[in-house]
């Protein structure tokens, strides 16, 4: 088992920057893909970014292309999500998963979640 958390969420205004990080617990972290996804009030869970083992194929979903930016660093069990131009529509709770099969965007295939970190962009 493994377990994530998350930090680096915050209030930032519109335009700005953050990034998250999510720490694992354990010495297997190489061997789970990792993936970001958030939930805004009101709204469903929606996917935003993943990772494969090694950190050579990432994964992104369309809303977030070109400003987010996830890495990761199995030597310090750690994955990023690097935020970038933040929009207020990025306001959400952020979640990181982990999972030995999972490939990409898919939740259902995610088993183990953190508690999240909170994301507030103002206009």
């Known amino acids: 088992q493994v377990q994530l958390v998350e930090s680096g969420g915050g209030l930032v205004q519109a335009g700005g920057s953050l990034r998250l990080s999510c720490a694992a617990s354990g010495r297997t972290f190489s061997t789970y893909a990792m993936a970001w996804f958030r939930q805004a009030p009101g709204k469903e869970r929606e996917s935003v970014a993943a990772i494969r083992r090694s950190g050579a194929i990432t994964y992104y979903a369309d809303s977030v292309k070109g400003r987010f930016t996830i890495s990761r660093d199995n030597a310090k069990n750690t994955v990023y999500l690097q935020i970038n131009s933040l929009k207020p529509e990025d306001t959400a709770v952020y979640y990181c998963?982990?999972?030995?099969?999972?490939?990409?965007?898919?939740?259902?295939?995610?088993?183990?979640w953190g508690q999240g970190t909170q994301v507030t962009v103002s206009s």
């Open positions: 998963a982990a999972d030995q099969v999972a490939v990409g965007l898919n939740a259902e295939e995610y088993d183990y």
